[in-house]
């Protein structure tokens, strides 16, 4: 069944903001949970009623970006808050780090930036303190007795698709230094039965760590999320396209991924190469096979429903047709990407793929009612649209680059089954965008409802520049408007430059503490322009 909004959701204004993005006085030098509550009221003020967050999964060792992950399930433990951690609340931050790690922490936390390995290291240090105290003083004292114990078990039953194998796949990665999973010992390699149980008795205690920080994570998430619910705030998850190939769930389903092919995408207007991302393309044809077909994305899907109001599914086009060039020969002897090939190969098949895939994890989320964003950029084929439409799964208006020809449509015009917004977290802020216009785009882009009439509207990004773009993107007909936090707040910051490597990635945290950020005039009135732009717009306040 195509899935609908209801008449209660109506007209929505959310924010896009990497979790590790947020910023309290409490938090240990990156964006935790516990600070989603503070930050949905700081921006639920200005008429924001939904958060979208990137992927939260567990980055890959040596990695910052949330797409490179070592599963496609569980939280990430560094964003894990540790005041409410109740095992750690009898020791002083001293006790459980040290001299040194105390001032490692004090430095992390000034940082304009993270410092993900140094966040990384003290809160591991911590959460072995926290797992000790609570195998010690709860787990082993029986479960019958200890109603945390009970929990933590409980937890460990409900998440037993997928727990156990990450678990088990953490444990051995960190015994093997990081080592990628088919560099391990072929009896591991391969998942031989009696080396895994082997494995499991020999590595007990770091298998109850991450059976641990994931129970304390997903207690964080709930009740911060009830708190959202207070607030009248929903929150939106991002679910990248494909997993990691040194990941737990290639490790375990093997057999439901191509391990001889690359997946990227084709040549297009930014990349005359094309792309290609190193990922293990689905095997469909086995997927299919499965029951129900296509068993592990409904499981994926179930478990972000439980996380989520609504998930943006990255890369769509991918479950339409998946482009893809063999894994040991992706370029050619000038370094230069070959082309690759599309499965299924014609439009006919892709058409009917996808709409089983994408329908299978749309059942999926909406039995436990949650709603699915399709992200519907770059190259797209011109079946997609419509397709989606009849599934009912909104699609991306992107401002900046809906045009027919050079002028630039009205959002007003935009269907009510999209989103609309002036970029995502791979493009760079609207107040950039405006500095860079060139002259006949910019002569466009004054053309648009709003800015035709402002009086000496110039190439300053002002505040009532910044005022009329606002007021312009909320008045789309999209049911849903999605902006950046840098482009609520009008600042030139970004959170990724594709194709680039460097701190500029994955790093931005907010300029100061939210308990901050509340006096600072600046926030304040860019606040003020976007609840002013929410209200004209008729759209739900929180």
Not at 341 to 366: N, Y
Not at 429 to 452: H, I, M, Q, T, Y
Not at 474 to 483: C, F, H, Q, R, T
């Amino acid at each position: 069944m195509p899935q609908t909004t209801s008449s209660s959701a109506g007209r929505v204004a959310g924010v896009t903001v990497p979790l590790f993005s947020l910023r309290s006085e409490q938090s240990w030098g990156i964006g935790e949970i516990g600070d989603l509550p503070a930050f949905a009221a700081f921006i639920a003020k200005a008429g924001i009623s939904l958060i979208q967050v990137l992927p939260l999964n567990e980055i890959s060792i040596g990695n910052t970006s949330p797409y490179a992950a070592l599963s496609a399930f569980g939280i990430d433990p560094m964003f894990i808050s540790l005041g409410p951690v109740v095992d750690l609340q009898h020791l002083s931050t001293r006790d459980v780090l040290g001299t040194a790690g105390v001032a490692a922490l004090a430095a992390a936390k000034k940082r304009p930036t993270i410092d993900y390995d140094t966040v990384r290291q003290l809160k591991r240090k911590a959460l072995v303190a926290g797992l000790k105290r609570f195998v010690d003083h709860e787990l082993t004292a029986g479960a019958g007795k200890s109603p945390r114990a009970r929990a933590f078990l409980d937890f460990c039953d409900a998440q037993r698709h997928w727990l156990p194998d990450y678990a088990l796949y953490r444990a051995i990665k960190d015994a093997h230094q990081g080592a990628a999973w088919w560099q391990w010992s072929d009896p591991l390699r391969e998942r031989d039965r009696a080396a895994l149980r082997a494995v499991q008795a020999r590595h007990a205690e770091a298998i109850l760590y991450y059976e641990y920080v994931q129970w304390l994570a997903h207690a964080q998430w709930a009740a911060a999320r009830g708190e959202l619910k207070k607030l009248g705030v929903e929150l939106m998850g991002d679910l990248p396209f494909m997993v990691d190939r040194d990941s737990a769930d290639v490790w375990v389903h093997r057999g439901e991924f191509r391990m001889d092919m690359s997946v990227g995408v084709p040549a297009d207007q930014f990349d005359e190469d094309g792309q290609d991302w190193g990922l293990p393309p689905y095997h469909w044809r086995i997927m299919a096979e499965g029951d129900p077909d296509f068993a592990w994305l409904r499981r994926r899907a179930a478990y972000s429903a439980t996380l989520y109001d609504r998930f943006r599914i990255d890369h769509l086009v991918g479950f339409y047709r998946t482009y893809m060039r063999p894994y040991e020969k992706r370029r050619d002897d000038k370094g230069k990407l070959v082309p690759g090939t599309f499965d299924p190969p014609t439009e006919p098949e892709q058409l009917a793929h996808g709409e089983k895939v994408i329908g299978a994890i749309m059942a999926s989320a909406g039995e436990r009612g949650a709603k699915l964003i399709a992200e519907d950029l770059g190259s797209i084929p011109a079946y997609v649209g419509p397709s989606l439409h009849k599934l009912g799964a909104p699609g991306y208006k992107v401002l900046i680059w809906e045009k027919d020809g050079d002028a630039f449509r009205d959002p007003a015009a935009y269907p009510a089954l999209s989103v609309a917004t002036f970029g995502t977290h791979d493009t760079a802020p609207v107040a950039v965008w405006w500095d860079e216009l060139s002259d006949a785009e910019r002569a466009e882009v004054v053309k648009l409802p709003g800015l035709k009439d402002m009086p000496d509207i110039g190439k300053a990004f002002t505040p009532a520049v910044h005022a009329a773009l606002l007021h312009l993107v909320l008045k789309a007909g999209s049911d849903l408007v999605l902006l950046l936090l840098q482009d609520l707040l009008g600042v030139r910051d970004r959170i990724n430059k594709p194709a680039t490597l460097g701190d500029h990635n994955w790093t931005w945290r907010l300029p100061s503490p939210l308990e901050k950020l509340r006096d600072d005039p600046q926030v304040t009135a860019a606040l003020t322009r976007v609840k002013a732009a929410v209200v004209a717009s008729g759209r739900r306040m929180p």
